[in-house]
């Protein structure tokens, strides 16, 4: 079943510590999106992805990276996880061409940094 | 420079009765306009979408939304609410000529019994 999958769903971590959320979609769309999500506020967009190769910062500014070196898979990298970087992190995919399909998400990974 | 405002934060409605969820956009070209509903410990799941065909949208689950270009505004309506409808719901809205999504800041349903 084409979808898209994130792991870990949920991950407590010590401050310091690199980690890496995984994302992966089987729909062979060429875009892909990682958005920060916190309660009561807008989606934000942190990194996208036109294709391989091709990563862009998004409008929120993040002390997180990203690569895209297979079309299927898109991770997000923290070098040093902060306090600051608690939040839920959502991945998501679309289609390049034609009409407008809208996003597809993943079920997201809650991030603690204690 | 586009934007999304959801109006409310919270709305509560009994079951059966009508929902009506507020969006209001502003952007500088015609827009494509989404609904997104996020159910708790999940992701965003497309409900609709407006492209600049009908004005008026069905989506699935009941629920449809209309365009209104002269108000700027992309409502979105169910006849009779249902338990599971209670959910968080994202109106987005992209330039037909730009990449990026901008999304609103959500308005949570509460269905009472």
Known sequence: EADIYQTPRYLVIGTGKKITLECSQTMGHDKMYWYQQDPGMELHLIHYSYGVNSTEKGDLS??????????????????????????QYLCASSESQGAVYGYTFGSGTRLTVV | AQSVTQLGSHVSVSEGALVLLRCNYSSSVPPYLFWYVQYPNQGLQLLLKYTSAATLVKGINGFEAEFKKSETSFHLTKPSAHMSDAAEYFCAVKDTGGFKTIFGAGTRLFVKA
């Open chain 1, 62 to 87: 993040s002390e997180s990276t990203v690569s895209r070196i297979r079309t299927e898979h898109f991770p997000l990298t923290l070098e040093s996880a902060r306090p600051s970087h608690t939040s």
